[in-house]
C-alpha cells in the first residue's frame, strides 16, 4: 500500500479487489491488515465490498491507528470532494493492538495519535488527561504505563460509544468531536498536516463556538489550547484560507437539511449539537484560531 493519504484512494482500492481476485479469495478467506489509519481503512472498504464481505483483521501500527482509526467498525477512502466520503460500515473480527509497532514511530505521528486520545478525555473520560499531563514526556513511550493507560481507556471510550450506535445514527456524533473543522483542514491542506494537528484545532475551534454561544463556560477555550499545546501539537491555523474551510465543511456528513451541525461541549463529558451557529459565533470560532 501507500503510504499516508495516498493509501485512501480509488487506484488503491481497485489494486486490491484484483489482487483479491488473483488470489482468487473467497468468502472463507481471510484479508489482514497491517498499518497505519490510511492501510486499515482502504483495506477495510475493499475487504467490505470484495464478495460483499470477506472476514478482516486489523493490526495497527500506528498510535492514531490503535486509538481512533481501527476501531469503529467505518472504512473509507477520500474523493477530491473531501475525506471519508465513501465508505462502509464494517466490524473486522480482530483487532490487534501490539505497543511494539510504536517503536521508531517519528514524535509528529505519535502526537498526531495523542491528539485524539486528549479529545476522548475531554468528550467523555477526564482521567485520560489526567493520565497525559501527569505523564509528561512518558506518554509518547510505548514501553512506558502511562501510554498503555490512555490507549486502553481510549479504547474502551470509543468501543463503548460505537457498541451503542453502531451505524452514526445518534450518540456517536460526540466522537465527531473537532473533526468538522479538522476534516475540512486535511481537505484543504492534505500534504502539509496530520489528523490529528488538524483534530487539534479543530477542537479549539468548536470549544471557542460553543464558549462564544454561551454553551460552555468561559476560559473553555484557553484550556483546550493549554492541554493541546502542552502536549506539541497545533492550538492555531492563521495560514488558512476562511473561505476554503467554509467551503469544505459544507461536505460535513453532520449536515443536514443544508444546516451545518457541530458537535460542541458544555463541560467535560457533556456533549451537545450546536445547530446552524450564528455568524458573530462562527466568527469567533475562527478568531480563536487565527483567522
Same mark, same amino acid.
Given at each position: 500500500?501507500?503510504?499516508?493519504?495516498?493509501?485512501?484512494?480509488?487506484?488503491?482500492?481497485?489494486?486490491?479487489?484484483?489482487?483479491?481476485?488473483?488470489?482468487?479469495?473467497?468468502?472463507?478467506?481471510?484479508?489482514?491488515?497491517?498499518?497505519?489509519?490510511?492501510?486499515?481503512?482502504?483495506?477495510?472498504?475493499?475487504?467490505?465490498?470484495?464478495?460483499?464481505?470477506?472476514?478482516?483483521?486489523?493490526?495497527?501500527?500506528?498510535?492514531?491507528?490503535?486509538?481512533?482509526?481501527?476501531?469503529?467498525?467505518?472504512?473509507?477512502?477520500?474523493?477530491?470532494?473531501?475525506?471519508?466520503?465513501?465508505?462502509?460500515?464494517?466490524?473486522?473480527?480482530?483487532?490487534?493492538?501490539?505497543?511494539?509497532?510504536?517503536?521508531?514511530?517519528?514524535?509528529?505521528?505519535?502526537?498526531?495519535?495523542?491528539?485524539?486520545?486528549?479529545?476522548?478525555?475531554?468528550?467523555?473520560?477526564?482521567?485520560?488527561?489526567?493520565?497525559?499531563?501527569?505523564?509528561?514526556?512518558?506518554?509518547?513511550?510505548?514501553?512506558?504505563?502511562?501510554?498503555?493507560?490512555?490507549?486502553?481507556?481510549?479504547?474502551?471510550?470509543?468501543?463503548? =460509544?460505537?457498541?451503542? #450506535? @453502531?451505524?452514526?445514527?445518534?450518540?456517536? $456524533?460526540?466522537?465527531?468531536? %473537532?473533526?468538522?473543522?479538522?476534516? *475540512? =483542514?486535511?481537505?484543504? #491542506? @492534505?500534504?502539509?498536516?496530520?489528523?490529528? $494537528?488538524?483534530?487539534?484545532? %479543530?477542537?479549539?475551534?468548536?470549544? *471557542?463556538?460553543?464558549?462564544?454561544?454561551?454553551?460552555?463556560?468561559?476560559?473553555?477555550?484557553?484550556?483546550?489550547?493549554?492541554?493541546?499545546?502542552?502536549?506539541?501539537?497545533?492550538?492555531?491555523?492563521?495560514?488558512?484560507?476562511?473561505?476554503?474551510?467554509?467551503?469544505?465543511?459544507?461536505?460535513?456528513?453532520?449536515?443536514?437539511?443544508?444546516?451545518?451541525?457541530?458537535?460542541?461541549?458544555?463541560?467535560?463529558?457533556?456533549?451537545?449539537?450546536?445547530?446552524?451557529?450564528?455568524?458573530?459565533?462562527?466568527?469567533?470560532?475562527?478568531?480563536?484560531?487565527?483567522?
Amino acid at each position: 500500500m501507500p503510504s499516508g493519504e495516498e493509501a485512501k484512494s480509488y487506484e488503491s482500492v481497485i489494486r486490491l479487489w484484483n489482487a483479491f481476485g488473483e488470489a482468487k479469495l473467497g468468502r472463507d478467506g481471510l484479508i489482514v491488515a497491517i498499518g497505519g489509519g490510511a492501510t486499515t481503512d482502504s483495506v477495510g472498504f475493499a475487504a467490505s465490498t470484495w464478495l460483499r464481505g470477506v472476514p478482516l483483521v486489523l493490526v495497527p501500527t500506528t498510535l492514531l491507528g490503535m486509538v481512533d482509526t481501527a476501531i469503529g467498525s467505518k472504512t473509507g477512502v477520500n474523493t477530491p470532494s473531501g475525506t471519508n466520503l465513501v465508505g462502509s460500515f464494517y466490524t473486522p473480527i480482530e483487532v490487534l493492538c501490539d505497543l511494539g509497532h510504536l517503536e521508531g514511530l517519528p514524535e509528529r505521528e505519535l502526537r498526531s495519535g495523542l491528539a485524539e486520545i486528549i479529545k476522548y478525555g475531554f468528550i467523555a473520560d477526564r482521567r485520560v488527561l489526567d493520565i497525559v499531563e501527569s505523564a509528561g514526556s512518558d506518554i509518547l513511550d510505548y514501553r512506558k504505563q502511562p501510554l498503555r493507560d490512555a490507549i486502553e481507556r481510549s479504547i474502551r471510550v470509543k468501543a463503548e =460509544i460505537v457498541s451503542s #450506535d @453502531p451505524h452514526e445514527e445518534g450518540r456517536r $456524533e460526540v466522537l465527531n468531536y %473537532g473533526h468538522t473543522l479538522g476534516h *475540512a =483542514i486535511e481537505a484543504c #491542506d @492534505p500534504e502539509d498536516i496530520r489528523h490529528g $494537528e488538524a483534530v487539534s484545532i %479543530g477542537c479549539v475551534f468548536a470549544a *471557542a463556538l460553543a464558549e462564544s454561544a454561551g454553551m460552555a463556560p468561559q476560559g473553555w477555550t484557553q484550556e483546550h489550547r493549554r492541554v493541546f499545546a502542552a502536549n506539541g501539537l497545533p492550538v492555531a491555523y492563521p495560514q488558512g484560507d476562511r473561505a476554503a474551510l467554509e467551503e469544505a465543511m459544507t461536505l460535513d456528513k453532520k449536515v443536514r437539511d443544508h444546516q451545518q451541525r457541530f458537535v460542541v461541549l458544555a463541560d467535560y463529558g457533556r456533549p451537545q449539537v450546536l445547530s446552524q451557529p450564528a455568524p458573530e459565533h462562527i466568527d469567533a470560532a475562527f478568531a480563536a484560531i487565527g483567522l
